[in-house]
């Protein structure tokens, strides 16, 4: 199955939580009606006054996952962008722990992307890429980050080539599941501007009953995703759209 976030129609596609770890600094995430600084209009921009920024689609803990999102970089040091930015995988944003595939820009690291994860007291993993070595160096503009994670083992993507020396494994992991969304560290505000956020997982067990696979079979033309029933306080499925096969798609109940 597979739920995502492109703001095509100028709204939210999900119900996004932000913020919920102790830094709690003026959080809020919107999408930008006309450009977003120049960048694009129906993008997903997510600021935070706080150090750290955790965002993350409500209720989907998941286990073992691929997620991607295209993330506006900025290839030097920009006020309004944070120092760090990218993917959150397995967050568990109440307590501070998550993993984390960011795009450095700070001064004593420009243009670095990094994988780690942080346990709440201390690093895991710590694998960096280095421009113009494992990578073509980043200009500013669009790219695509991509984790493929299975149990303890992470597969990295940059602009949909594997990363040198991936999978990556954590020796001592810390999180069996988590929250998949976007992430950003800064001295102060920065935001993090994102587009066509997908997560895929096979396996749908780890959700929340209401969120669990609705199937429709009636012809390939249709997909489904599980809403509430107008008036009657139940879960029903709607379908809709052309894709060509069955996929589960999931919104949040409100």
């Known amino acids: 199955y597979e739920f995502s976030d492109s703001a095509k129609a100028g709204a939210l596609d999900q119900d996004w939580v932000f913020n919920k770890w102790a830094e709690d600094g003026g959080s809020s995430i919107s999408v930008a009606d006309s450009t977003a600084g120049s960048i694009a209009s129906h993008v997903i921009v997510y600021e935070d006054s706080g150090y750290t920024g955790l965002a993350h689609v409500r209720e989907l803990a998941l286990s073992n996952y691929t997620i991607s999102a295209d993330i506006y970089l900025v290839g030097e040091t920009d006020p309004d962008f944070p120092l760090y930015t990218g993917i959150g995988i397995r967050m568990a944003n109440d307590e501070g722990k998550y993993y984390r595939l960011i795009f450095r820009n700070s001064s004593t690291d420009m243009g670095q ?3 780690q994860g942080y346990d709440g007291a201390s690093w895991h993993i710590s694998k960096a890429w280095n421009p113009d070595v494992d990578f073509p ?20 993507y940059l602009d949909g080539v594997l990363l040198p020396d991936s999978p990556q494994v954590d020796a001592e992991p810390f999180l069996e599941l988590g929250y998949a969304g976007v992430y950003k560290y800064n001295t102060g505000y920065g935001k993090v501007v994102f587009d066509n956020f997908l997560v895929q997982s096979p396996d749908d067990s780890s959700l929340p009953a209401s969120r669990r696979r609705t199937r429709a079979r009636a012809n390939r033309s249709t997909y489904c995703h599980a809403g509430w029933a107008p008036g009657t306080g139940r879960m029903s499925p709607h379908c809709t759209g052309s894709v060509g096969s069955d996929i589960g798609l999931y919104r949040a109940s409100t």
Not at 137 to 156: Q, S
């Open 113 to 115: 992307v990094k994988l």
């Open 137 to 156: 160096a980043l200009a500013t503009g669009w790219h695509n980050f991509k984790v493929k994670v299975e149990g303890a083992t992470f597969w990295c």
